[in-house]
């Protein structure tokens, strides 16, 4: 069964390729992420991850299968570090304390059924000196990124707890995704 990646982010795909999935094409959604009115994180990712399945064209017979990791402490929604000062601020933010990477997947099967799962992540980073957050932020690897970083990359060191799906904070949960690809048809070992 063709499969599409309705995202553009090369994490997923790698993350993809984890399960031993091949892509027949990717495709980029284009949907207005704001968050609405009172939105809890948890609604809010679900809704975005459905958003992006559904803004992809999916021909006869495709499985599409979309994502969102949203960072949330408590029920706010931090956004992604578009600029160093916003990535500065989250890093501060989330110093010792923890915070949820709320990852949701959706995939339309080929007759067009939607199915959603989310992995509720607990993350928790030690306290970070300024000198720690400027080095983060300098080596680049944060921004663009959920919450200001990256778990794969020199952030997890500051990671001194995480209950759930690493995966997940990376941008999808293996365990999930599997679980609603195969449920879509798709020959999963």
Do not use: N, W
């Not at 993809?16 to 968050?35: C, M, N």
């Not at 578009?82 to 989330?94: A, P, S």
């Not at 949701?104 to 980073?125: M, N």
């Not at 990671?159 to 195969?182: C, M, N």
């Amino acid at each position: 069964m063709p499969l599409v990646l309705a995202s553009s982010s090369p994490r997923r795909r790698d993350l993809l390729a984890r399960l031993g999935v091949v892509l027949d094409r990717v495709a980029s959604p284009d949907i207005d992420e704001a968050p609405r009115p009172a939105e809890p994180p948890r609604v809010y990712a679900l809704r975005l991850a459905v958003e992006k399945a559904k803004a992809v064209e999916r021909a006869d017979g495709e499985i599409v299968v979309a994502g969102d990791t949203t960072i949330a402490l408590g029920r706010r929604i931090l956004p992604p570090a578009e600029t160093e000062d916003v990535q500065r601020k989250l890093l501060r933010l989330m110093s010792g304390r923890r915070h949820h990477a709320l990852s949701a997947v959706c995939v339309i099967d080929a007759t067009g059924k939607a199915r959603t799962r989310l992995a509720d992540t607990i993350v928790a980073f030690k306290p970070l000196s300024d000198d720690e957050i400027d080095a983060y932020i300098a080596c680049g690897e944060g921004l663009g990124k959920a919450g200001g970083y990256a778990i794969q990359g020199r952030a997890e060191a500051f990671v001194r707890f995480l209950q759930g799906s690493h995966s997940g904070v990376i941008g999808l949960p293996l365990f999930e995704t599997r679980a609603l690809l195969k449920a879509a048809g798709l020959p999963l070992v």
